[in-house]
């Protein structure tokens, strides 16, 4: 199999997850394409090297943290205020609690935010997310605790229970 039909292989079975992972991390699906897109391409100038690594997903997840980050640091994609709201599509049943989490998700910082992306949604453990942040265990940790804390802050009583 030539790299380029195992890079195409690659991208062929992991694109929805990725694509979903960086959703969760930015909160805009025209953004997750694009930190989806920015990563891919990355990728695929490196494959060659890259192709042989024992955990791959590992390394694709740290690069769309990595993407999503400096993502943020850019003073141009900060979003700006309108008056009126475009028109939406029905909510389904779960809606309401997606959107509140997605609402809560977006009032943490980055790191707060990306660790709990790793950890629950990823299903990495403490020890693959502190390697794919770069950090100690402790760090991701306490940043856990924390981030869990400041959302359970955020909700009403009566919804504390999901989180």
Request: hydrophobic letters at 40%; a positive charge.
């Amino acid at each position: 199999m030539t790299p380029e039909q195992s890079y195409r292989e690659y991208v062929a079975g992991n694109l929805e997850r990725l694509r979903r992972t960086a959703f969760l991390l930015c909160g805009d699906w025209h953004t997750a394409d694009d930190l989806a897109s920015t990563v891919l391409v990355k990728l695929y100038r490196h494959w060659r090297r890259v192709a042989r690594f024992d955990n791959l997903d590992a390394y694709v997840r740290r690069m769309l943290m990595r993407a999503w980050l400096d993502e943020r640091r850019r003073p141009w994609r900060r979003e700006a205020a309108t008056e009126t709201l475009p028109e939406s599509a029905a909510p389904g049943p779960d809606a309401d609690r997606r959107l509140a989490v997605l609402s809560l998700l977006g009032t943490l910082p980055p790191r707060r935010r990306a660790v709990l992306v790793l950890r629950y949604f990823c299903d990495l453990s403490v020890e693959e997310t502190a390697e794919a942040m770069g950090c100690s265990e402790g760090t991701v940790k306490s940043q856990t605790a924390r981030a869990l804390e400041s959302l359970r802050a955020d909700l009403s009583e009566g919804e504390a229970s999901w989180i």
